[in-house]
């Protein structure tokens, strides 16, 4: 047969994720995870073909018998190992500069997020630095990022922009995350985010136009001349920032566009914004603290995705998601780490910790939730999220016989996790 770019072999377990092509997981369906276990000294194999694809998944004997005669680009001995799906973060603001350090303290003596916010700090600190920042210094920055969030398992992530507010320093950004499209091994789904928050010395009025009539036309611009590919448009939909009527106007402008709906809602105040984004076909919600149960069913029978994070509502001392009921009532639900200045997570494993332990998910929901459904949030669940035939062959590979360590071991991701895989080439190995 013809060359093949990776064989793994003889591993404990490989979760498969998906049985029969699911492009997402709802209720029930979440709590038992298609995998396939070593049935005796029959270990479990993957092979992933040269154009970066899974070709086959099975146990040792039966894949030996079809590729004994292959040659591969390279042979991982997974004995005693679990193999998964590379994760998938599905909500990050990883471009900027002037860290929030400073700002945690305020939060740890009781300052909300609006406080910090009305103070000077918040969004409006980071737009600052990053306004001030080169292209190539955020770039620096950014890639130390997307490259740590590698070794912590993430084969692909979202990517915002939303720290310029005006034209220049936006379309900086969105052209920062291009540059890491171009040259870095994570694939990154990228957000235009310039209604993240309302600019000093402007009204939201002003700000909505500017969004409609000067940041997204040049956008489109950057898009046509082939400079720039964008994917969603986000608007930070909240009481004192974006409300329901400036939001929705932001979002038919970005579909008229040809962006995806992908958007803040309901996280501090309850705004309506799961409602909002079931009536727009939004392909994702994020945040969702203080979603309505209308909400939990617009979302349900629409098939909006809720991209919930767990780190928010941790850092922020927010009452959490109701990520049962959520669940519960059919909803399809992601999870991202809100990389943020923020909120200063990197890391997947940690993201579903917090999950399962802070919003009472099983670990089976947390990982489909990191995988499938997150793929979901992004447009992406018929290529990525599962190790299915046909599917890009993204892989964590980890040190342990069951995957659940990678959960259980808090903060021990850096210890367990063996190699990332990203189109069937090896991105991080700690071996």
Known sequence: MSGGKLLVRG?????????????????????????????????????????????????????????????????????GMSVLPGLIDGHTHPVWAGDRVHEFAM???????????????????????????????????????????????????????????????????????????????????????????????????????????????RLQDLMKSGDLEVDNIDVFCEKGVFDVPSTRRILQAGVDAGLAINFHGDELHPMNSAELGAELKARAISHLEEISDAGIKAMADSGSVAVILPTTAYILRLTPPPARKMIDSGVVVALGSDFNPNAFCLSMPMTMHLACVNFRMSMN???????????????????????????????????????????????????????????????????
């Open 365 to 431: 929901e947390a990982l489909a939730a990191a995988t499938i459904n997150a793929a979901a949030s992004v447009g992406r669940a018929e290529t990525h999220g599962s190790l299915e035939v046909g599917k890009v062959g993204d892989l964590v590979i980890i040190d342990a016989p069951r995957w659940e360590h990678l959960i259980y071991q808090l903060a021990g991701h850096d210890h367990l996790i063996k190699y990332v895989v990203k189109k069937g080439e090896v991105i991080h190995s700690a071996t």
């Open 11 to 79: 591993a404990r377990q490989a979760v498969l994720v998906c049985r029969a092509g699911e492009r997402a997981l709802r209720g029930e369906d979440m709590k038992t995870l298609a995998s396939l276990e070593q049935d005796g000294d029959n270990g479990v194999s993957l092979v992933v073909g040269s154009n970066g694809l899974i070709e086959a998944v099975g146990h040792d004997a039966d894949i030996q018998e079809k590729y004994g005669s292959t040659k591969f680009d390279r042979v991982i001995d997974a004995a």
């Open 107 to 217: 939060k740890l003596a009781g300052a909300t997020y609006m406080e910090v916010h009305k103070a000077g700090g918040g969004i409006n600190f980071t737009v600052e630095h990053t306004r001030g920042a080169s292209e190539d210094e955020l770039y620096t920055l950014f890639r130390d990022r997307l490259l740590r969030m590698v070794r912590a398992g993430t084969t692909l992530v979202e990517c915002k922009s939303g720290y310029g507010l005006e034209v220049e320093t936006e379309m900086k950004m969105l052209k920062v995350i291009q540059r890491a499209k171009r040259e870095l091994p994570i694939e990154i789904s990228s957000t235009f985010c310039g209604a993240h928050s309302v600019p000093r010395g402007s009204t939201m009025e002003q700000a909505t136009d500017d969004v409609i009539n000067v940041q997204l036309p």
